[in-house]
């Protein structure tokens, strides 16, 4: 699936859909439920209003969101959170 059907398909269906799982691997539940934050959140890495960032999780926390994240968006070029993810994990 293209980045453009992506985001023609109902990216908040799909958070709700996941909802325990990503609230269980560290996601607050603002950005879950906003749009704007959850891909502001995808391409920084971090979430501006909340100050929440992937540092504040576990790394299995990480490792969990991160397998979450994959399997909805294949391509993750430019997608910033990806890297956040992968760093947190590798400890830094």
Known sequence: ??????????GLDWRKAN?????G????????EDDTRWRETLFRGADLVSG???SQI???QAGRLLGLLRARYPIS???????ALEKRIKGK
Do not use: H, N
């Open 25 to 32: 691997a560290g996601m607050p539940e603002e950005l879950i």
């Open 52 to 54: 929440w960032q992937p």
């Open 19 to 23: 909802r325990a799982d990503l609230l």
């Open 58 to 60: 576990t790394k299995a």
């Open 1 to 10: 699936m293209s980045l453009r059907e992506q985001k023609k398909s109902s």
């Open 77 to 83: 070029g430019g997608m910033g959170l990806f890297d």
